[in-house]
């Protein structure tokens, strides 16, 4: 896969910029409502995807070979999808053929997030959610 396939498989959702806590005890994942300071709230969708490495330090690069690091991503994820042997869902862009199918899906965090800029690091846990499977 060229690394433009690998990019298209990207759905635009969101979900992997939302910050998460992990327990050290137990290894589990939580995700909070809390998003990169570059998630557009109410597209949720980076405001500048291209340049989001280079703007975000600890910004996380998905990478093809190292699927331990998929733990992490929600099972929507296209990348966690693929590497689990299952199928795109049919709201996938790639599938769907249309990128409105993510928000129609419920997939999108487009208005249910809140910036990283208006929560204190320490209070993290106050906003865990649960609609997100991993």
């Known amino acids: 896969m060229t690394s433009r396939e690998w990019e298209l498989l990207c759905d635009g959702c969101g979900r992997c910029c939302l910050h998460k806590l992990e327990d050290i005890d ?63 869902e049919w709201w996938h862009p790639l599938v769907s053929g249309k990128s409105s199918t993510v928000s129609e899906a419920g997939i999108s965090v487009a208005g249910r997030t809140i910036s990283e800029k208006s929560v204190a690091p320490d209070d993290l846990e106050d906003h865990i959610i649960t609609w997100i499977e991993f």
Do not use: H
């Open 26 to 88: 137990t290894g589990l994942v939580f995700y909070t409502r809390v998003a990169c300071e570059l998630l557009d709230e109410e597209t949720g969708r980076c405001r500048d995807y291209e340049n989001r490495w280079s703007r975000v330090r600890d910004c996380l690069r998905i990478d093809p070979m190292d699927t331990a690091q998929y733990k992490w991503l929600p099972l929507t994820c296209a990348y966690r999808t693929l590497a689990e042997g299952r199928p795109l």
